[in-house]
């Protein structure tokens, strides 16, 4: 049974608490991964656009910095409330446009009110502090102000989760923002922004822009009313963009890429690491920048593990998100089937195993198969890049100092799990896999009150935790000698 198809409307630019089209009248379609058709336009945003939006967001930072903290976490929990009144609106428009399956896009609504409502709580947890003097008529203090303006970047694999965590950031330290949404997922992005409009936000403090990545983020990032951006997206271009946001000594943080080892143990409960990590390899059809990819399994379950991994991959349902029982949309763009699709041809060339799927589904849309391969080595891309799509890669291992050493192999460092039941493993595992974040035995990342972001080539600073807010701050320290 199908959910009746939501009337999909054109997007509009949010540019001082105005919604309008791009100066020019330019344009850009957007198309349901589903299907391959366009369903709508969304405004294209061009030079002119983006220096309107940098002159609201200079003059909404001073009106928005000034709003005191107590207020500014009562209009950010009035804007949670209302994400989660609309989330039946906004999570049928996210399925249409992004694919993934009706119940993970309301799920992440709901998710995304929540972590609005924890940072509106921690606008009023901005604290400095008094240092004790060493003369009786010194006073030293620590205050915390909001940074400036903020340009954030955010992509379409999670439309509403990737973006609520900058913008009600940057708000509730009382920073003024220009996020740069996703073009291939506008309308649910376009959504969340109007709750926190509708909830008082003054014009200016938030806008919202589409256009071209490349152009948009060149000219924020080197515009000097912008003073601290952030970005989620590939290693690649974050080292970019790092890069000239170092060059004109911009504060930044950074969530990039991964290729996330999930070590399986022999003492491990089996039967709950499948049923685990195979949900979570394919959520979202993979497109997760901490789904599990690489599965390393101690030799003596190994075949046991992958056949119960197999099992469960077989079962999932792909098909329209919006259809009932779907477990497994589509790849979000046309780009995403061969460029997974080319990361399988080559392992197989090398000698790989494809034990099940291994390539694109036949009909409309952009549909990829779950797939799961072994007889893997090191040399092969798979085991190097990041997949972003349903792909299970599995290698076996002998013991903790091979697994360990395999999962730091790589550069990136965003997530790791494992499962086990020995403490002493875990214990080394919580020591040595350098990641920003592991979870053992469960799968624990992304709430709102704990930190979220990775190390070495995956990036630096959090999205979430009371760490998260303190990139938005300027630390500042007054002295003052009693006169």
Not at 183 to 192: F, G, I, Q, R, Y
Not at 433 to 438: C, K, L, N, T
Request: hydrophobic share 40%; net charge negative.
């Amino acid at each position: 049974m199908a959910v009746q198809t939501p009337t999909y409307d054109d997007v509009s630019l949010l540019i001082n608490g105005q919604w309008r089209a791009a100066e020019a009248g330019d344009t850009l379609p957007v198309k349901n991964p589903a299907t391959g058709d366009v369903i709508g336009q969304h405004a294209h945003a061009k030079q002119a656009d983006l220096d309107a939006a940098l002159e609201a967001a200079d003059e909404g930072f001073r009106q928005w910095r000034d709003v005191p903290a107590y207020d500014r976490s009562k209009i950010l929990k009035k804007a949670a409330a209302l994400l989660r009144e609309r989330a039946d609106i906004i999570a049928p428009l996210m399925t249409m446009e992004q694919g993934k399956p009706l119940a993970e896009a309301k799920g992440e609504t709901i998710g995304a009110a929540g972590t609005l409502e924890w940072f509106a709580e921690e606008a009023r947890r901005v604290y400095g502090r008094v240092i004790p003097a060493r003369r009786n008529d010194v006073q030293q203090m620590v205050i915390k102000q909001p940074v400036g303006p903020v340009a954030a970047f955010t992509p379409w694999n999670f439309p509403l989760n990737q973006a609520v965590r900058k913008v009600s950031i940057a708000l509730a330290a009382g920073c003024s923002i220009i996020l740069k949404g996703p073009e291939d997922t506008p309308a649910s992005v376009a959504e969340l922004i109007r709750c926190y409009v509708d909830a008082g936000v003054p014009a200016g403090a938030v806008n919202l822009v589409y256009g071209v990545p490349a152009e948009i983020s060149d000219y924020l990032i080197r515009h000097p009313i912008i003073r601290k951006i952030s970005f989620t997206g590939s290693t690649a271009v974050g080292k970019q963009l790092a890069a000239l946001a170092g060059e004109h000594m911009k504060l930044a943080t950074m969530e990039l890429g991964g290729h996330a080892p999930t070590m399986i143990f022999d003492d491990a409960d089996i039967d709950t690491a499948v049923k685990l990590v195979s949900g979570s390899k394919f959520r979202n059809a993979g497109q997760v920048c901490v789904s599990p990819t690489r599965f390393l399994v101690q030799e003596g379950i190994y075949e046991e593990f992958v056949d119960k991994f197999t099992a469960a991959a077989k079962s999932v349902k792909v098909g329209n998100g919006l259809e009932e029982g779907t477990g497994m949309g589509p790849l979000a763009h046309d780009r995403r089937p061969s460029a997974v699709g080319e990361l399988i041809e080559d392992a197989m060339k090398q000698g790989a195993d494809v034990r099940l799927g291994g390539g694109s589904v036949d009909g409309p849309g952009y549909f990829f198969e779950p797939t799961v391969l072994t007889g893997l080595n090191k040399d092969m891309r798979i085991m190097n890049e990041e997949p972003f799509g349903p792909v299970a890669a599995f290698v076996p291992f002998k013991d903790a100092d091979e697994a360990i050493t395999e999962a730091n192999r790589l550069p990136y460092g965003l997530a790791a799990y494992a499962f086990t039941s020995s403490m002493n493993t875990a214990h080394r595992l919580g020591n040595e896999v350098e990641s920003g974040m592991v979870s053992i035995n469960h799968l624990g990342l992304a709430m709102p009150e704990t930190p979220f972001g990775g190390m070495k080539d995956s990036g630096y600073g959090s999205e979430g935790g009371t760490e998260a807010i303190e990139s938005y701050l300027n630390t500042r320290f007054v002295t003052t000698a009693m006169i």
